[in-house]
T-cell receptor, first 111, second 114 residues
Framework: DAKTTQPPSMDCAEGRAANLPCNHS???????VYWYRQIHSQGPQYIIH???NNETNEMASLIITEDRKSSTLILPHATLRDTAVYYC????????????FGKGTSLLVTP | EPEVTQTPSHQVTQMGQEVILRCVPI?????FYWYRQILGQKVEFLVS????????KSEIFDDQFSVERPDGSNFTLKIRSTKLEDSAMYFC????????????FGSGTRLTVV
């Protein structure tokens, strides 16, 4: 699976959009981009995934660049409860079963 | 919303004792996983399980570990002879298939080996 690079930490004001970047320059054509988050020692929580097109669900939007070498997770109106570590993971649909959690981005949402 | 349920939430055990961590995956899911997270470190994959057998395991998952689906609902992780370094949060997860969808994780069992 392709390696990902994320900033170690970010801050965001409550009510503003949080834009979390991820670089995955070695991604291959059949690999998906996944985002999970972990709120203070709770189990990781699936947020969203995408292959080529931008995706949106009730939690977030995922913007994937045209060359697929980077992506951005957008939380449109961050709340204090969105404070968490966010993980960008690249995985092929038919590759191994393991999710490779890196160090992620620690997002702090401030009042 | 369906949940993955893990019990107990916290277990303390003596070094050398056997422990069994229990998980109830989402009922229509077919793939089951265990991950662990040592305090302050990354979430690490241990094992995946499908069709009553291990489909993949990491190098962490050595002979002291085993998994079982003893009935139609439970999925267990057994650690045969616990060591101090086994102290960690253990997360169970499940997924409906091997496709691109996300995994659902439980809230974890905190294992403390003393």
């Amino acid at each position: 699976d392709a390696k990902t690079t994320q900033p170690p930490s970010m801050d965001c004001a409550e009510g503003r959009a949080a834009n979390l970047p991820c670089n995955h320059s070695t991604i291959s054509g059949n690999e998906y981009v996944y985002w999970y988050r972990q709120i203070h020692s709770q189990g990781p929580q699936y947020i969203i995934h995408g292959l080529k097109n931008n995706e949106t669900n009730e939690m977030a939007s995922l913007i994937i660049t045209e060359d697929r070498k980077s992506s951005t997770l957008i939380l449109p109106h961050a709340t204090l409860r969105d404070t968490a570590v966010y993980y960008c993971i690249v995985r092929g649909a038919n590759s191994g079963y393991a999710l490779n959690f890196g160090k992620g981005t620690s997002l702090l949402v401030t009042p | 919303e369906p949940e993955v349920t893990q019990t107990p939430s916290h277990q303390v055990t003596q070094m050398g004792q056997e422990v069994i961590l229990r998980c109830v995956p989402i009922s229509n899911h077919l793939y089951f996983y265990w991950y662990r997270q040592i305090l302050g470190q990354k979430v690490e994959f241990l094992v995946s399980f499908y069709n009553n057998e291990i489909s993949e395991k990491s190098e962490i998952f050595d002979d002291q570990f085993s998994v079982e689906r003893p009935d139609g609902s439970n999925f267990t992780l057994k650690i045969r002879s616990t060591k101090l370094e086994d102290s960690a949060m253990y997360f169970c997860a499940s997924s409906p298939d091997r496709g691109p969808g996300g995994y659902t994780f439980g809230s974890g069992t905190r294992l403390t080996v003393v």
